[in-house]
């Protein structure tokens, strides 16, 4: 029987290289994201495939639930879960939009926590199934001018190391991918493209595929490319104030 992955965030970016990766090892796809032209463009790219589409605007409440109802009524059943959807904004926290930052935690946090909420009990009655939670290098220290979504990722990892251990012996694994900057539709979405923290930003085809990996092994967490993992261990050991001012210095202008 075939299996069927799910990726929030599937429309561009990292979420794209997923739908590629998955599609390549034959599995069949639910994919969500807001825009339904483009969701409909990709169901064409694979008509070997059966390719699920679902627009929905995961930063309003309850949107997780209407896509949990809609799969359920398909009769699909869910292998491999791959909550991608997020976004960033560059900026003082008290200078960006309230609502905007409430919709980033809406999108980046809770429809995260919800679909895994919801997937988890069915997930766990296959035989083997996955779990991949993209947080970020930003997980790691606070960042100021962009305060709200590095705690949101700090939630994503945390979230999902618990998750590791609750999982334990059970068929599911639950993997984190910490990607540094990628060449996405992220950097315009964040108005970060002209900061020191993307002037080497990585391909979304090798971070994709490095996660895809790390999660076909059950792998705890990610980091990609060598300068993020080092940033990361050094993050472990330094104190936070001063990875506080490291990172506010790289969201700086090149
Ligand atoms: N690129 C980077 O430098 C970088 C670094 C670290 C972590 N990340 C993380 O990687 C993940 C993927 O981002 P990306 O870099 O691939 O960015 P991207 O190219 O902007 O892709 C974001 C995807 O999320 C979807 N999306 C955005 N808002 C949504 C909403 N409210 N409801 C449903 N879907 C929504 C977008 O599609 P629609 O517009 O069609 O909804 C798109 O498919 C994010 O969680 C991001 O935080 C990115």
């Known amino acids: 029987m075939k299996r069927t992955a799910l990726i929030t965030g599937a429309t561009s970016g990292l979420g794209y290289e997923f739908v590629k990766l998955f599609a390549a ?16 463009e990709i169901k064409h790219t694979f008509p070997h495939i059966e390719v699920t589409i679902i627009a929905k605007d995961l930063s309003v409440p309850g949107a997780a639930n209407e896509v ?17 959807a997020g976004f960033g904004l560059m900026g003082n926290f008290v200078d960006l939009d309230l609502q905007k930052q409430s919709e980033m935690i809406q999108l980046n946090i809770t429809a995260l926590t919800e679909l895994t909420y919801y997937f988890l009990p069915s997930l766990k009655q296959q035989n083997k199934a996955r779990i991949l939670n993209v947080a970020s290098t930003a997980a790691f ?7 709200v979504y590095y705690a949101t990722k700090a939630y994503v990892l945390s979230f999902s190391e618990a998750l590791v251990e609750e ?6 694994t639950v993997t984190t991918l910490c990607p540094g900057a990628t060449k ?16 080497r930003a990585m391909s979304s085809k090798i ?7 790390a999660m076909m092994h059950g792998k705890r967490v990610i980091i990609t490319g060598g300068l993020n993992k080092a940033g990361a261990l ?13 990172a506010m210095y790289v969201a700086g202008e090149k």
């Open 68 to 84: 949990f109802q809609e799969v359920k009524k398909k009769g699909i059943n869910i292998d491999a879960l791959i909550n991608n």
């Open 184 to 199: 996405t539709n992220f950097g315009s979405v964040a108005s970060v493209e002209g900061t020191k923290m993307f002037s």
């Open 141 to 147: 220290q606070p960042g100021p001018l962009m305060a």
């Open 207 to 213: 971070v994709a595929q490095q996660g895809y990996q």
């Open 167 to 172: 999982l334990k012996g059970s068929s599911v």
């Open 25 to 40: 090892d034959g599995y069949n796809l639910v994919l969500v994201a807001r825009n339904n032209q483009k969701l409909e």
């Open 234 to 246: 050094a993050a472990k050991f330094l104190p936070r104030s001063l990875g506080a001012k490291i």
